[in-house]
């Protein structure tokens, strides 16, 4: 269980940019959870679902994210060490397993849970995982600008103490 533990965080982290803390890894976590629970609601509603909420969106946002992070976990465990001659193959095989994750699981998970229909269930996720796509990269782009922007002003620092120091 561990080992499955473990390779869903790695897959996690890749998929949030490798987040440097882990109070940077919670906030691009909380980011792209809101966002994806808010957009599921938002178009499912605007769409014509007939069961659109915020607690059904973030059922389907949990079960879906959760099923995802299984089946490339399990990609990387049981198929990709089979492909060794097949690199472009294994490094494919893990969106693969994503995009059939969200054929076969997600979208039908809201039909049944929202009421809607498959296309519209179908663009709800597409553009709910775009608008968190982007909100997580706005976030990982901040935080590289906050510690860029506290190191540059540490070189600052340095400079004028020595400047100072020179002075006296």
Known sequence: MN?????????????????????????????GAISLILTIYKIGDL???????????????????????????????????????????????????????LFVVSTPLMCVIQRTSYFSGLFSLLLSAAVAAVVIALGSTAFNAISTGSKDLNKQKDRKETINKLIE
């Not at 998929?15 to 109070?23: Q, Y």
């Not at 465990?77 to 994503?98: C, G, K, N, Q, S």
């Open 47 to 101: 769409l014509g679902a007939h069961q659109a909420s915020k607690a059904r969106a973030t059922i389907i946002m949990i079960i879906s994210v959760a099923a995802m992070l299984a089946a490339v976990a399990a990609i990387n465990f049981y198929v990709a060490p089979r492909l060794t001659h097949h690199h472009d193959i294994r490094r494919y095989l893990p969106i693969a397993a994503a995009v059939a994750v």
């Open 3 to 31: 080992l499955w533990i473990g390779e869903c965080l790695r897959i996690f982290r890749i998929i949030l940019g490798n987040p440097a803390s882990d109070v940077e890894l919670w906030v691009l976590t909380g980011l």
